[in-house]
């Protein structure tokens, strides 16, 4: 069987971050939404996106295909229906399509007919779903404690060294090469995850739920709360709160980071402060592209969602329910707009537009200094998000 994940009317919800990936490969809990179908399929995916993204994420099909909604979380109960399903048979949670079995000539047709001839078949599990970009804040907690149970079953943590003050042990695992220096961890509340390499330094506190990836550090004296999810490769100090950093990214500094997204390659400078709670406690309003409206979010805590490559200097503050598209550069005192367009240059005083030749070369330059390469199809990305995001910069 092959299997193919597919982003449905979701994708869209979640820009900023599926402007440069999938929705399949967004981070929430621990892994990416691809990493987990991946680990309990135990078989590889690819996927079935947007034109300009397929070059970087190219589609595989075989005669036999089961195309899955990428936005569901997977579960074992899934995967056992997923099994089941017949050629041209439709799992379906209500109106929600999760999986499509399909011959790989009907993937190229994939329009009204085709799908009204389907046999839908009702599974008989509870799903939950990524449908808002909020839900990064709200599902992760959860989201990290499924991942722990999954990629720790089995086996056996790394011993924590004996100066390392804990509470509740069994709760955490430590993954080959991991560094923990003086640090306090409480995981009475909730699991702790350490990946491959990473580093935590001296005097940090850290309490679960809360995953750190592989090769990142977690700097002296930072305060990790819960629901936090720090992905690969990261430099993060100060303190951190219900946020997730998709990876690749710094927040090395003091200040404040609460209810926010941050994307890849992104990097936050000292003292800059998320503001996550409005004065009046009222439900807070976020930008959706899918919308091209501010809604509402039911929600009290909501912070910042940083859009891939932006970055802000000292001391900014971000406003309550912020969106900051891809390559923004933010920067001035005095609280930001609460939507910040892709590929602008700026500050409360008015933003312009980024030239799409320094954005490119900016990112040459941090991919470089991870000994990674910035290759032709990720500038072709780029270049594409630019020209169709024009309209947002006029605003």
Sequence with gaps: MNYILFGDQARNHFLPFTFIRPLADVRVGILTMREKWEMLLQAKTSSLTVDYLSQKYPLVKEEDNVLINSSVFPTSELVNELSLLLPNQ??????????????????DNLDGEILDAVTPIETTTSIRKLSYLWDFITMNGSAIIEDYTLLTSGRESQPLPSHVRVVAPENIFVE??????????????????????????????????????????VKMGARIYGNTTIGPVSKVGGEVSNSVI???????????????????WCNIAADTNTS?????????????????????????????????????????????????GINAQVFGSGYMRNFIPSF??????GFTPVKIEKAIQTARLVYGRRNMEFKK??????????????????V
């Design 90 to 107: 439709t799992l379906v949670s209500g109106d929600v399509l999760i999986a499509h079995r399909l011959r790989d000539s009907d993937i």
């Design 176 to 217: 080959a090469g991991a560094i923990l220096e003086h640090v306090m961890i409480n995981a009475s509340e909730g699991p702790v995850y350490i990946g491959r390499d990473a580093v935590i330094m001296d005097g940090a506190m850290i309490r679960g739920p809360v995953a750190i990836g592989k090769g990142s550090m």
């Design 246 to 264: 998709f990876g690749y990214s710094n927040k090395g500094h003091d200040g404040f980071l609460g209810h926010s997204v941050v994307g890849e």
């Design 276 to 324: 996550n709670l409005k004065i009046d406690y009222n439900d807070i309003r976020l930008w959706d592209y899918a919308e091209e409206a501010f809604v509402t979010t039911g929600l009290q805590y909501c912070g910042t969602f940083m859009g891939d490559h932006s970055k802000c200097g000292i001391n900014t503050m971000f406003n309550t329910g912020t969106v900051i």
């Design 344 to 349: 602008t240059w700026g500050s409360v005083a």
């Design 377 to 394: 199809v990720d500038e072709d990305i780029l270049r594409y998000v630019f020209e169709n995001t024009v309209s947002y910069r006029k």
